[in-house]
């Protein structure tokens, strides 16, 4: 069965840096269509970004510029480097896999790593 | 952007009632929706995908309907299992965006 477990996540300063990483098991990342999508403290669900099977990357406004999705075959990981980090930016971030026929339908979730942004 | 815009936010019902959760995009999305449901402390978890299908082993008291710009989920027997807050999410442009959420408690 597909799994997802994510890592990374801490607290750090404005302005800083931080890689996360979702290590899957069950299936192979790189012929999979795989998104973040974070959650605010007490707040709803929005999409950051998503990696296409292609190498074709897509990214909310927020993030742009900012945050950047790449995996490693090697792994079966998937990461998300964010820098310039902002207070907002703080959230749970989940990865999440799409399916087959739509990259959008997030079939399965890991449990989500915690990014405090903070002085 | 795509708006989806979710009512009520709120909504209080007893075991055994039919809820129904209304999702509107603020422009046409065919049948690219999602619906899902989280509990505290977890990830969400899919219930319905393209508007209507279900989710492989998702109760089957779970059901979606609508296209273009209007979109529901009715859950037709409400459990002790089932208070959570649930999303949609459209998925039919860039970026994927989702409802503020509905809660559903116990009244």
């Known amino acids: 069965e597909a799994q997802l477990v994510e890592t990374g996540g801490g607290l750090i300063q404005p302005g800083g840096s931080l890689r996360l990483s979702c290590a899957a098991s069950?299936?192979?990342?790189?012929?999979?269509?795989m998104s973040w999508v974070r959650q605010a403290p007490g707040k709803g669900l929005e999409w950051v970004s998503v990696?296409?099977?292609?190498?074709?990357?897509h990214y909310a406004d927020s993030v742009k510029g900012r945050f950047t999705i790449s995996r490693d075959n090697s792994k079966n990981t998937l990461f998300l480097q964010m820098s310039s980090l902002r207070a907002e930016d703080t959230a749970v971030y989940y990865c999440?896999?799409?399916?087959?026929?739509?990259?959008?339908?997030?079939?399965?979730w890991g449990q989500g790593t915690l990014v405090t942004v903070s002085s | 952007d795509i708006q989806m815009t979710q009512s009520p936010s709120t909504l209080s019902a007893s075991v055994g009632d039919r809820v129904t959760i209304t999702c509107r995009a603020s422009?046409?999305?065919?049948?690219?929706l999602a619906w899902y449901q989280q509990k505290p402390g977890k990830a969400p978890k899919l219930l319905i995908y393209?508007?209507?299908s279900l989710e492989d082993g998702v109760p089957s008291r779970f059901s979606g309907s609508g296209s273009g710009t209007e979109f529901t989920l009715t859950i037709s027997s409400l459990q002790p299992d089932d208070f959570a807050t649930y999303y949609c999410?459209?998925?039919?442009?860039?970026?994927?965006?989702f409802g503020q959420g509905t809660k559903v408690e116990i009244k």
């Open positions: 990696l296409y099977s292609d190498g074709t990357t």
């Open positions: 422009q046409s999305i065919s049948s690219w």
């Open positions: 069950g299936f192979t990342v790189s012929i999979n269509y």
């Open positions: 393209k508007a209507s």
């Open positions: 999440a896999r799409g399916a087959v026929a739509s990259a959008g339908q997030f079939h399965y």
């Open positions: 999410q459209q998925y039919n442009s860039y970026p994927w965006t």
